[in-house]
């Protein structure tokens, strides 16, 4: 019982924790939400006032008292009309109070989405945040309105039950009687409905990501040949979810039907109970009408008390996700510096950096190279030799182990976010295209770019002539993913949007490795387009394209094993001419084939 107690306290401290972290998402619109409490005022009176108008309209119907009967009865159609006005107004307030908070707190989430850190990311299904955005929001914009039309019915219902009190004392003892039954039962069933209904919204996140997971990769299933094994998958999710949605239901569908009964058997009592009144004449007809038509008033506490026991719970439940993604431990953001570079030069300096995924094996071991302003430098080396590593530690996505990384001479980690990510680019083996159209995708990136910066910068990346090819132009949709489009343009289309940013740091992480020829010869004029204004680093899987960089850096098992021209490093480097002559022999086989 102590134990309970204990639990209950807990319980009620995490929902008011909670309650206050969700105010000044609400703070700016709290006008809406106190005239739609004026208008459950209204609501209430009209409750315990109309019983006694449908009383007094039986009572003159059974007198034949014709003219009392009709103003009667225009006066129930008052209160109706009248009802049925507030209920609008109150509509109107309460849409624009909800619609308003939950954007407020979807554009929060978001925004802290946006912050985590590339393993939490990375660790984490999308349906977990999807379900977050979409559907935890919701439960919580809803809390203060509910909150306000729930206590303010359970009020007047309590108003109801005590002026039975003083109409007929047993008739009130009989219905706190059942009430009390039905609040424990009530009780007892939202305590179990919870850890159901947290189970169902875990598995719902696992659908949720995994759906996410199969529209995206449509195209690899299918071409993988992967349906049947990927639709077996998709059914063992789907049964758990539903598995957990029936248990839930079936479990709060046999407390509904228990309820169900107690409700009838009060309704039995109270009819019986009022039949030997009646005829003792202990009650006028009258009274006992108005007393038997308010038992929906005084169920409606147990009803209320069990849908506002159920509300806390499900906006405890979704707030704690919420707020896990804004300011939880479990979901840990990128941190940055505070200091500001509104333009970098393009230094970059890497000195004696190691890094470790995790637990995981060292990727980089004691790396120290310096690239200069505007100079052109390659990586190269074997697949999963730590290039791509080098990349993601500059543009601050993880951070070292041990050693030091500077641009222009400051440590990375001491940099702003804007400093850091606004002076930098990255342009991957394959970069993510939004669905939009060309257009969106690049103005996404400059809100006030002009239709000449746009064009120039398509021009550049050797892709305004592609886009003038297409019927809506710049208009066009691209599809999710980019999916319209070839892999080459999908390539030129993120070079044009580096080109709008104009940051001084561009980074080619395999950028050409899966294109044609062609394709790779064309974006290889739209790197040569950029080389002596921008500081650009490329990770090269194929040698041939990066033989006229200014340097060459050689990473071999997380170290640099030698830097340098094409040309020196042939001459000089045992691992890199190994290389070449393999790339040479492996381009000499696929000639003959």
């Known amino acids: 019982m102590e134990k309970d107690e204990k639990k209950k306290k807990r319980d009620f401290k995490e929902t008011w924790y909670y309650l206050k972290k969700t105010y000044p998402y609400a703070k700016k619109d709290k006008k809406y939400l106190f005239f739609f409490f004026l208008g459950c005022i209204v609501l209430c009176a009209i409750q315990i006032v109309a019983p006694i108008f449908t009383a007094r309209q039986i009572i003159e119907l059974t007198n034949e008292a014709w003219q009392q009967l009709f103003w009667v009865t225009l006066a129930i159609l008052g209160i109706e009309v009248l009802r049925n006005f507030v209920r609008k107004v109150n509509n109107f307030f309460i849409n624009r109070f909800f619609y308003s908070v939950r954007k407020n707190i979807q554009l929060e989430v978001a925004r802290e989405t946006l912050k985590l850190t590339t393993e939490t990311l990375n660790t984490h299904s999308s349906g977990v945040f999807i379900e977050r955005i979409s559907n935890d929001t919701s439960v919580?914009?809803?809390?203060?309105?509910?909150?306000?039309?729930?206590?303010?019915?359970?009020?007047?219902?309590?108003?109801?039950?005590?002026?039975?009190?003083?109409?007929?004392?047993?008739?009130?003892?009989?219905?706190?009687?059942?009430?009390?039954?039905?609040?424990?039962?009530?009780?007892?069933?939202?305590?179990?409905?919870?850890?159901?209904?947290?189970?169902?919204?875990?598995?719902?996140?696992?659908?949720?990501?995994?759906?996410?997971?199969?529209?995206?990769?449509?195209?690899?299933?299918?071409?993988?040949?992967?349906?049947?094994?990927?639709?077996?998958?998709?059914?063992?999710?789907v049964n758990d979810l539903n598995?957990?949605?029936?248990?839930?239901?079936?479990?709060?569908?046999?407390?509904?039907?228990w309820n169900g009964n107690i409700r009838d058997l009060l309704d039995f009592f109270i009819i019986l109970c009022g039949i030997y009144f009646l005829v003792s004449g202990q009650l006028e007809v009258a009274t006992m009408i108005v007393i038997f038509n308010y038992r929906n008033n005084i169920l409606a506490i147990s009803d209320f008390l069990e849908g506002f026991l159920e509300l806390i719970q499900r906006y405890t439940l979704a707030a704690e996700r919420i707020f896990e993604v804004i300011d939880s431990p479990k979901f840990p953001k990128e941190v940055f510096g505070s200091k500001q570079v509104k333009k970098l030069e393009g230094h970059i300096k890497f000195q004696n950096v190691s890094f470790q995924y995790d637990d995981?094996?060292?990727?980089?071991?004691?790396?120290?190279?310096?690239?200069?302003?505007?100079?052109?430098?390659?990586?190269?080396?074997?697949?999963?030799?730590?290039?791509?590593?080098i990349f993601n530690l500059i543009a601050g996505l993880y951070h070292v182990n041990q050693g030091s990384i500077y641009l222009d001479g400051i440590p990375v980690e001491e940099l702003s976010k804007e400093s850091l990510r606004g002076n930098l680019s990255i342009i991957s083996q394959n970069p993510y295209i939004f669905n939009m159209s060309i257009r969106e995708n690049l103005t996404i990136i400059k809100h006030d770019l002009t239709e000449e910066e746009m064009v120039l910068a398509c021009k550049r990346a050797r892709l305004h002539d592609f886009i003038m090819t297409l019927k809506d132009g710049y208009d066009t949709i691209v599809g999710e993913s980019g999916v319209t489009?070839?892999?080459?343009?999908?390539?030129?289309?993120?070079?044009?949007?580096?080109?709008?940013?104009?940051?001084?740091?561009?980074?080619?992480?395999?950028?050409?490795?899966?294109?044609?020829?062609?394709?790779?010869?064309?974006?290889?004029?739209?790197?040569h387009n950029m080389q002596g204004e921008y500081t650009i680093l490329i990770i090269a899987h194929r040698l041939s394209t990066v033989i006229n960089s200014d340097r060459l850096i050689l990473i071999d098992q997380g170290k640099v094993k030698?830097?340098?021209?094409?040309?020196?490093?042939?001459?000089?480097?045992?691992?890199?001419?190994?290389?070449?002559?393999?790339?040479?022999?492996?381009e000499e086989k696929s000639k003959q084939e």
Do not use: C, W
């Not at 598995?203 to 299918?222: C, L, P, T, W, Y």
């Not at 949605?245 to 407390?255: G, I, V």
């Open 243 to 257: 598995q957990a949605s029936y248990d839930y239901t079936k479990t709060r569908r046999n407390f509904v039907f």
């Open 140 to 237: 919580i914009a809803e809390i203060f309105m509910n909150i306000i039309d729930y206590v303010t019915y359970i009020i007047s219902a309590i108003g109801v039950l005590v002026s039975i009190s003083f109409l007929n004392m047993t008739l009130f003892l009989l219905y706190v009687g059942f009430l009390i039954i039905l609040f424990v039962t009530k009780a007892y069933a939202q305590k179990v409905l919870k850890k159901k209904r947290r189970l169902e919204r875990e598995k719902s996140e696992v659908a949720s990501g995994f759906v996410s997971e199969m529209v995206r990769g449509a195209k690899d299933i299918k071409i993988l040949n992967a349906e049947t094994s990927f639709l077996s998958k998709a059914n063992d999710i």
């Open 360 to 389: 995981s094996q060292e990727v980089l071991n004691d790396v120290s190279f310096e690239i200069k302003p505007n100079e052109t430098v390659s990586f190269v080396g074997k697949s999963g030799a730590g290039k791509s590593t």
């Open 485 to 527: 489009l070839s892999g080459g343009q999908r390539q030129r289309l993120a070079i044009a949007r580096a080109l709008i940013q104009k940051t001084e740091i561009i980074l080619f992480d395999e950028a050409t490795s899966a294109l044609d020829n062609e394709t790779q010869a064309e974006i290889q004029q739209s790197i």
């Open 562 to 586: 030698g830097i340098g021209t094409h040309q020196e490093l042939l001459e000089h480097n045992a691992i890199y001419k190994k290389l070449y002559e393999l790339e040479l022999s492996d």
